[in-house]
Every structure is written in C-alpha cells, then in structure tokens.
C-alpha cells in the first residue's frame, strides 16, 4: 500500500463506519436494544471486520488478493451446495469442484494465465462435471443437478474470481495503481447495497419483484443507487475514468449489483431459504454480502477492459516460465 | 489440548456452532442421535462446551476403531470411546449394555446411536432396545436428542474424502424417562419420534410417512 490514494480510500471507508458506528451507538443509547438496532449494530461490526480484512488482503500484495478471493469463493461455493440438494450421486463430482478445480482456476488467474483463466471452468470443468456424474451411475434428476453444480462454479468461482483479475487490467498510465481499481468496485457496489437498503426503508413503496425479495424496491433502487453513483462519481481520482465516465461506470456496477442480489436472491427462495447461511453475524452468509458482487465483477472487468482497449489476451497469453518452456521445447 | 484442537477442526470443517457453556447440574447425559456418517459422534462431541465434552465417551464398534494405530489412538485416547464388539455382542458373549451402565457409573456422559447402524439413505431406522435398558437401568441419567443435519452429505457411508458443507447438531430438551406401565417399544417409538420432531421434516421416517 505504497499508494497514497489507497490509503485516502481506506481512511474514507475507516470515517464512514465511525460514524456508523457512532449513531448506532446513540441510537441504542436513547432507544434501547431493539432488535432493529442490535441487527444494525451487528452489521456495522461486522463491517469493521470485513473492511479490516479486505484491505489487509491488498496490502499482503497479488497472493494476499487471490488467496482471499479462493478462500471467499470456497466459502461461497459451500453455501451454495449446502442449500443445493445434492444426492450421493454427486459426492465425488464435488470433491473434484472443491478441492481441484476451484484452487487450480485461482492458480491461471493468479499466474496470470489469461486464456486457461477465461476456459478453465466453462469448457474443461463444465465438460468434466457431467462425465463424473454419469459415471456416478445416478441418472435421477441429472440435467438439474450437473446444472445446479455448474450454475454455482459459475458463479461462486468463475464469476468473483474477476475480482481479483482487475489487479492485472493493463491501463496505460494506470500501472501499479490497479488495487485501487478493485476498491472502486468492491465499495461502490456495497455503498450501493447499502444506500438501497437505507432508502428503501425510508421511501419504498413499490418492490421491484415482491415474490424474490420484499426489500428491493423501485424507490430504493433510484435514490440508493443515485447517491452511489454520486459517491462513485466523487472517486474518479482514484480510478483511471474521467468523472464523466465514473459516473457511467458506477451506474452500471449499480445495475449489476442489484440484478446480482436480485437473482442470487431468486436462487436462494428457490432452494427454500431465507439466508445463505450463519458466517456474518447481522448479514446472513458470506453469499448474502457477495451476491451484488458476482455480476458486477466480470461486467466491469471486461466493459472497462474494452473501453482502455487493453489486451489482456496478448499481455497475459500464457505466464513467463510456460513461455520459457516452449522456447526450450522448440529449441527456439 | 488434542481433544480441544481436534473438536476445533471438526467444528471449522462441518460448520457446527459450539454450544453455549451452562451451569452444572452435576447430572449425567446420554445424548441419542440419528446416525448416516463416521462424523457424527465427532460432530457431538466437538459440539460440546469443553467441560462437557472430557466427560464424554461416544459408543462404538470396536470391529472399525481398533482397526490400525491411529484409529485405536483416536478412539481410546482423544474419545475414549466405550468400545462394543459387534459380534460378541451379537454372539452374546460379552454384555455391551454393561460396558456402557459402568462408564456411566464412572461419572461419563454418553454419545450412542440407537439405530444402531449408519443409515445408508439418511432415513431414520427403528431403534434398538438398548436406549430403552439404559433409561430403566440409569433413570437419573437425562437422554438428550441430537438430530445431525447434512453430515450424510458431508462423508457419506463409504465415501474416503469429505465434502467442506455445512453440517448442523440441534440439541432438543432431554426427554421424560419411560413411564410406569410405558411398553419398551411405546418408549422406542416416543424417543425416536422426539428426534424426527427435532429435524423439522428434515428426517425422513423409514417407518411412518410424513411424521
């Protein structure tokens, strides 16, 4: 964290949960531990511990950043398969998920392997999760489970994992400067949750989709995700955009931050549950606090890759030591 | 210290929340549990606040845990698992209800699995006399449910490798010892269903549908 405009980030979002923590404080104080306020009080602890964890993971470096987000996929890909009804039949199919593909699609993008990372999971996963599961010999339901596997490497790995990629965007005259980039993403996506959440307590009348989610409301949507457009407008020194264009950027990760929660959370009544899980006390599961993530990664990653017209492909084609071990192959 | 390191990985592995610390009552335990997985009486066991958990032996097959060095280590020094020979106990050439009546007898808490068996399917099979002989025999001792959830998908009757899910232990009241004129097999009936009434149709009953 040798940038001095990270540090400004970081000492921005350490002002706001101040603050947060501040009235939550007050509010308590004046009146009483209501279980409204003992749930906003749990998330803004929790909050101080999620921040406190993200940034460490920026300031540990590349590794520090992958390692985190391997570990939040796993967690993420826990609770999916967890509420996702798996039969016996899959028990092998996921060992292999778990323990070698996940970790080895974090190994080509943390290299970085630009091509096996973009291939490795909807190609060679995505045709070795069915043949694992037919040679199971369990042909029960078998299109909806290799889907529902698939569907939660898609998202749980494949899609978060562009998170962390944004580390390795070539930007000219942005060089070195990339963590900042993935801050930008991270925070104005969960401003944005939480904005939403804030004024559509306040405001919301008309839910956007009542049967998904109760709390996603019009009003919510379009006073929450103005003023994080605001916010994400007012960081434009931190990112490679113009103000013009952060403002486009951050109404676009507002969009894919609430169509990703919005989906996720149709997911979820799917499987018949109400939170993914127990890990983030206040917040549900590590799921609930990603789900406006996953599609925000990937369409950020690649519209802002287009936009610099950068070419990862070429950049990151294949790491140093496989080029070196061509050229000894072929002599050359 | 290997006792509480292991129950700390095996709560970090399944997902299962320590239970809370509570005052002691000075009486003695036998927590009864659906059965579908190796983890299971690790799952209790590690579930258990750490003064609770030294004074509990889990009941086992000693065909399985003396089987190779580290098993029999497992098994008599971290669990210190009352050991039943299946088929001695079958044979009826050692008395495995004894065993059990002296651990508890010592002052342990125990882990047992009326089943009887791991279930292949995850369904609850009827249950075997030997909770009802511990229940007259001992009736000071309380007989706590614990319906496991999901640990049949963590590691599976068979499997080697388990799978990093979120497992569950919900512990229910302890249930009433059986009554005066209570037939053994009234009382089977009532502790098993406590237990199906415990999972909240999470159980699928072999036996009845839909209970």
């Given at each position: ?26 509010l ?10 003992v749930?906003?009080?749990q998330?803004v ?10 940034s460490l ?11 985190f ?6 967690l993420a ?20 998920v ?5 970790p080895?699609?974090y190994?080509f ?23 694992r599961?037919a ?18 490497v898609l ?35 969960q401003i ?6 804030v ?11 009542p ?10 949507l379009l006073?929450?995700g103005a ?7 007012g960081?434009?020194?931190a990112?490679?955009?113009s103000?013009?264009?952060?403002a486009?950027?951050s ?11 919005l ?6 009544r799917?499987l018949?549950?109400?939170?993914w899980g ?9 799921l ?7 599609f ?11 936009y610099f017209g ?18 000894l192959?072929?002599?050359d | ?31 009864y549990a659906n ?7 690790m ?7 750490a003064?609770r958990?030294?004074?509990?032996r889990?009941?086992a097959?000693?065909?399985?845990w003396?089987?190779g ?12 698992a ?9 044979m009826?050439?050692e ?6 009546l ?22 609850l099979a009827?249950f075997?006399p ?6 007259t025999?001992r ?5 706590v ?12 009757k068979?499997?080697?490798l388990?799978l990093?899910?979120?497992g ?8 009433p ?10 009382f ?12 909240h ?7 009845h549908?839909?209970?």
């Amino acid at each position: 964290m040798k940038d001095p405009e990270l540090l400004y980030l970081v000492g921005g979002v350490v002002a706001v949960l101040l603050l947060a923590t501040l009235i939550t404080r007050l509010l308590i104080h004046k009146g009483g531990e209501t279980p409204v306020l003992v749930n906003l009080r749990q998330r803004v602890n929790a909050w101080w511990w999620m921040m406190l964890v993200f940034s460490l993971s920026l300031a540990l470096g590349r590794g520090g950043v992958f390692g985190f987000y391997a570990i939040l996929s796993f967690l993420a890909l826990r609770e999916f398969i967890t509420l996702a009804p798996t039969p016996r039949g899959d028990h092998r199919t996921l060992t292999w998920v778990f323990f070698l593909i996940l970790p080895v699609h974090y190994l080509f993008a943390w290299a970085p392997w630009y091509g096996m990372f973009l291939i490795w999971i909807p190609v060679y996963a995505f045709v070795f999760i069915p043949i694992r599961s037919a040679l199971a010999g369990d042909t029960d339901r078998f299109l909806e489970r290799t889907s529902r596997i698939q569907w939660g490497v898609l998202t749980c790995v494949y899609f978060l994992s562009h998170l962390p990629m944004l580390l390795y965007l070539p930007i000219r005259g942005y060089e070195g400067q990339n963590a900042k980039l993935l801050f930008f993403v991270v925070l104005v996506t969960q401003i944005s949750d939480v904005m939403q959440y804030v004024f559509g307590k306040m405001f919301g009348k008309h839910p956007v989709a009542p049967k998904v989610s109760p709390s996603k409301t019009r009003e919510g949507l379009l006073f929450g995700g103005a003023a994080a457009t605001l916010i994400g407008t007012g960081l434009w020194w931190a990112t490679p955009f113009s103000p013009p264009v952060a403002a486009l950027m951050s109404a676009l990760l507002v969009m894919a931050g609430f169509f990703g929660g919005l989906v996720m959370s149709a997911v979820k009544r799917s499987l018949g549950a109400k939170d993914w899980g127990r890990g983030i006390p206040g917040h549900g599961g590590v799921l609930d606090r990603l789900d406006s993530l996953l599609f925000a990664g990937p369409l950020f990653f690649h519209i802002t890759g287009y936009y610099f017209g950068t070419h990862m492909a070429a950049s990151h084609a294949q790491p140093e030591w496989m080029k070196a071990a061509l050229r000894l192959w072929m002599g050359d | 210290m290997t006792g509480t390191a292991l129950a700390f990985l095996v709560r970090l592995a399944t997902g299962v929340r320590l239970l809370p610390e509570v005052p002691e009552d000075g009486k003695r335990r036998v927590y009864y549990a659906n059965h579908s997985s190796h983890l299971d009486f690790m799952v209790i066991w590690a579930a258990l606040p750490a003064r609770r958990r030294t004074r509990t032996r889990p009941v086992a097959a000693a065909e399985y845990w003396e089987k190779g060095p580290l098993r029999r280590w497992l098994a008599g020094r971290v669990f210190r698992a009352v050991l039943i020979p299946r088929e001695l106990a079958r044979m009826r050439a050692e008395d495995p209800l004894g065993k059990m009546l002296a651990a508890l007898d010592e002052g342990a808490d125990l882990i047992v699995f009326p089943e009887g068996t791991r279930s292949e399917s995850g369904e609850l099979a009827a249950f075997k006399p030997g909770l009802h002989h511990l229940a007259t025999k001992r009736p000071d001792a309380e007989l706590v449910p614990v319906f496991l959830e999901n640990l049949s998908r963590i590691l599976p009757k068979g499997e080697l490798l388990p799978l990093p899910l979120m497992g569950q232990a919900v512990f229910g009241d302890p249930l009433p010892g059986p009554a005066g004129d209570e037939s053994r097999s009234d009382f089977l009936t009532r502790a098993r269903e406590q237990l199906i009434t415990l999972s909240h149709g999470h159980l699928p009953s072999a036996l009845h549908e839909g209970s």
